[in-house]
């Protein structure tokens, strides 16, 4: 009976070693995945870090983008208008060039019936 208790000691303590030793792996294995979840929590806050960044920046210069457009329009307006205005003044002078070369052609033609 006595080597009966002391064979189911060693097997118990045994089975108490190969516990001790599964429980020290999964404790590393713990270790190392709280490590690995500590490093992708560090790198998501820096990639969110930057991609709040880039927003910020993105956001900025679409309003600028918008400035730049109004200030665009407000030029383009005037130059439509300065071009209506020197489309009327080559109108004007065109017409004045034709009454010139008209009134010209008139004197040319009196000039050879009364005077010459």
Do not use: C, P
């Amino acid at each position: 009976m006595r080597t009966d208790t002391i064979s189911r000691d060693d097997v118990q303590d045994s089975e108490i070693t190969i516990l001790r030793q599964q429980m020290a792996s999964a404790n590393v294995s713990v270790s190392n995945a709280n490590k690995s979840l500590s490093n992708i929590r560090t790198s998501l806050k820096k990639t969110i870090q930057t991609g709040n960044k880039n927003l910020k920046r993105i956001s900025h210069e679409y309003w600028l983008l918008g400035e730049n457009q109004k200030v665009l329009s407000k030029r383009i307006i005037e130059a439509d208008t300065k071009i209506e205005d020197l489309n009327r003044r080559v109108i004007q002078l065109t017409a004045s060039l034709y009454g010139l070369v008209v009134a010209v052609f008139v004197g040319v033609i009196i000039y050879a019936q009364f005077l010459a």
